[in-house]
């Protein structure tokens, strides 16, 4: 697929118009038109039409939109790595979302002390792209969930999540387990992220779990910062793992003075109610992994064994293995 098939197709999408659309790709109309063909063909979808509005995206075209200008924006940003220097002998650091700087920003703040002179390049993106990034020795070291047994690959688990549901908070401060509750709770709207990511699968099972079926108020979503919004403002209720509010879990984790944590969570400072399901619930591992032929392997480690003196925010069942 040519990416200047895509690129000609968000333009059309913007343009609303062929004609336009041609201008700014400086374009004729007839080579516009033959890419368009070639990537409905390509797809084996229709991906436009006219109407008294213009030309517009059908239902099919409307869907691929989005992965069309994710995929414009890559080739983009790999035009443009081109025009960078290379830095050499930093450590580079992978953080899959939604991770990201939250789990990490105490292990960061211990690696600054122990290695004050420790240059590092940090990179956040989707699991798989951080998985393959270091894969292939683009990235020294990558912290992510999910994790299989990967040929070249080494994985310590530095971290097991709890699953947490949170719900709005102005919701009862009561215990969630039961029929009654459960048929409280399936009355209610449940914002989830999207059927076609990984975390899904897991929340799932938990709501199953919790619930004895699937609620049928779902709305979806891929962003956590608008999950965690629409719970706030008692729009309905999620599951979420402790990584994704790590902050609001150290927080917690420092009001109680680090005894054993309430089975609900509360304070006028947090917007959402925290329900901790228990230790029957699913949860996940997060790794730290590197390159097996890393020659960095020594130092890693020694930011591996950092998440072990960071405060423990869920269930912790298996030990850190640094061997």
């Known amino acids: 697929m040519d990416w200047m098939d895509l690129h ?15 201008q700014v790709l400086h374009l004729s109309q007839p080579a516009l038109t033959i890419r368009l063909q070639k990537l409905e ?31 414009v924006e890559e080739m983009n940003s790999i035009r443009d790595t081109g025009k960078g220097e290379p830095e050499n002998g930093k450590l580079r650091i992978g953080l899959a979302k939604p991770l990201g700087w939250t789990i990490f920003k ?30 292939v020795g683009e ?28 719900g709005p908070g102005n919701a009862p401060s009561t215990s969630i387990h039961g029929e009654v509750a459960a048929d409280i709770l399936l009355r209610g709207k449940f914002i989830l992220y999207y059927s076609n ?23 979806e979503v891929n962003d956590l910062s608008i999950m965690l919004n629409l719970v706030s403002e008692g729009v309905g209720y999620t599951v979420l793992p402790t990584s994704h509010i790590y902050m609001t879990m150290t927080f917690y984790s420092t009001y109680y003075s680090g005894s054993e944590l309430p089975s609900v969570l509360a304070h006028s400072s947090i917007p959402y109610l ?3 399901l228990g230790k029957e619930y699913p949860t996940r591992m997060i790794h730290l992994i590197y390159p097996e032929a890393s020659v960095s392997r020594k130092k890693i480690q020694s930011i591996a064994e950092l998440f ?16």
């Not at 709501?207 to 108020?217: A, H, I, K, N, R």
């Open 139 to 166: 990235l020294d070291l990558a912290i992510l969930p999910y994790f299989q047994p990967t040929p070249g690959l080494n994985a310590i688990p530095v971290h097991e999540d709890e699953m947490l549901l949170i």
């Open 197 to 219: 990511q990984p975390m899904r699968k897991l929340i799932d099972r938990v709501l199953l779990q919790l619930l004895g079926q699937m609620p049928e108020d779902i709305v």
């Open 41 to 71: 063909q390509e797809l084996g979808m229709p991906l436009l039409e006219r109407n008294r509005r213009g030309v517009l995206p059908t239902r099919y075209g409307a869907a691929v939109l989005y992965h069309a200008a994710k995929a």
């Open 8 to 22: 000609a197709y968000l333009t059309v999408a913007r343009e609303k118009s062929i004609s336009k659309a041609s």
């Open 106 to 135: 105490p292990v960061l703040e211990q690696m600054h002390e122990r290695f004050p002179n420790l240059p590092y390049n940090i990179l956040s993106d989707d699991y798989k792209v951080i998985l393959d990034l270091t894969g």
């Open 308 to 323: 072990s003196t960071t405060p423990s925010l869920g269930i912790v069942r298996e030990k850190a293995s640094f061997s």
């Open 274 to 276: 925290v329900y901790r």
